[in-house]
């Protein structure tokens, strides 16, 4: 698993990276009362906005954290935004096809971002 | 948040017990502020519907207004900085009151109450010291302006409130809606009102500072009651369709845009004992008889985006007809809701109208200010 500065895990499934956010973004955002997912076959270049999430308190985005396709969003969320603070690490937003999968070795591994949120 | 952020702010006299309870402090108007505990927002909405919830709003202004001579002196002179009727207040009840400037646009809107020898007046903590400076340039010549901040002011609301509450202080269940009442709690005056920004039944309290703690945590020990955050507080007074100074009614609104012409009694209107006279007369007794231009309404998105504040409005037909001043999830609603002005054409109730959105325009309707009914005890 690995970490953004933004708050995002990437986790590799085949030759895709798997996003969604960690639990200390989940509690700082509050309750997830809306999340708004991209289209399939998105094109998306690192730091597009590529998902809303609304919580009680203030909207906020998930960037793209690499270049790369969208090629599988997780419905559940939109249909159960709760999902996201109940199972942070369990509740992926969005997954992609990216060229190279090495770009991944630039992102800070767990004992980094633990770290970080201090 | 950092210390840094927080620097320069006011603290409150209870904010010991706001951080050991696990606040998160925020900066709202001056002050560090807990803005939920770690109950979350969502629970706290829906406790505070279900049960009791406690609020630390000591960040308001309290203020007495002490007649120099009689209390109709000092009751007309108050009238003179507001369209609302303050003479007709009788002891023991309180009124919902706005501050005008001389264009009709609202300066605080505010809580007042009858207590018999004075008037104590409740106004929103951005505006106090504004406010203190107009009453003491104004009403200086009837009566002295005390600021009081020896005091904390609590609220406890709720279906359980009167409950919770009546352990302590036995006299409040025979309060009214809108009654105001000095009731003891061990040897403290406690001067409590039936009322609140919540929506539901309850009560606030305004308490000795030194006994505040201790009032607190009686309260709070009661199973029913769970300490509220500013969070819960925002989206609770949304679903009641009541305002929040400097969002929904401002400098440019006039109370009859705002639709609270109900705060404007029979006494102040044309052909009432003591019509006009208040500062923007002439404009909100003009809107009074031939209406607004535009109009604040309840908004309803259609869809599942909450549509926060400054959300622009279109007609069907693109025309722009306004603009959102509060909006976001309604917990006990669940589902997004909001409030703004629109042009009065496009003010019916069921009009459809058109919210962008992060550049996409998504379908709202003009809906009832009051999104979840209110269970005050009348």
Known sequence: M?????????????????????????????????VE????????????EVVVIESVKAASEILAPVDGEIVAVNTALVDNPGLV?????????????????????????????????? | ?????????????????????????????????????????????????????????????????????????????????????????????????????DQGGILDDLMFANRSDHIFVVVNAGCKEADVAHMR????????VEYITDRALLALQGPAAEAALARHVPGVAAMKFMDVAVLDWQGAAMWISRSGYTGEDGFEISVPQGRAEAFARALLAEPEVLPIGLGARDSLRLEAGLCLYGHDITTTTTPVEADLTWAIQKARRAGGARAGGFPGAARILDELANGPARKRVGLQPEGRAPMRDHTPLFALDGTPVGEISSGGYGPSVDGPIAMGYVATAHATIGT?????????????????????PTTYKR
């Open chain 2, 352 to 372: 459809r109208l058109l919210g962008e959105v992060r550049g996409k325009r998504l379908a709202v309707t003009v809906a009832p200010l009051v999104f979840n």
């Open chain 1, 2 to 34: 690995k970490y953004t500065e933004e708050h995002e895990w990437l986790r590799v499934e085949g030759d895709l990276v798997v996003v969604g956010i960690t639990e200390h973004a989940s509690t700082a955002l509050g309750d997830v009362v809306f």
């Open chain 1, 37 to 48: 997912l991209p289209e399939l076959e998105t094109v998306v270049a690192t730091g597009d």
């Open chain 1, 85 to 118: 603070n109940e199972d942070p690490l369990g509740s992926w937003f969005f997954k992609m096809k990216v060229d190279d999968l090495s770009v991944l070795d630039a992102f800070m591994d767990e004992d980094a971002y633990n770290e970080l949120i201090g």
């Open chain 2, 1 to 101: 948040m950092t210390d840094l952020e927080l620097s320069g702010l006011k603290r409150l006299g209870l904010h010991d017990l706001h951080v050991g309870l696990g606040g998160k402090m925020v900066p709202f108007a001056g002050y560090e502020m807990p803005v939920q505990y770690p109950t979350g927002v969502m629970k706290e909405h829906l406790h505070t519907r279900a049960e009791a919830g406690l609020f630390d709003v000591s960040h308001m202004g309290q203020v007495i207004l002490r007649p120099k001579g009689s209390y109709e002196a000092t009751a007309l002179a108050f009238e003179a900085l507001m369209p609302v009727d303050v003479l007709g207040v009788k002891p023991g009840r309180q009124r919902y009151g706005m501050f005008t400037n």
């Open chain 2, 137 to 144: 340039a104004h009403l200086t010549d009837a009566c002295t």
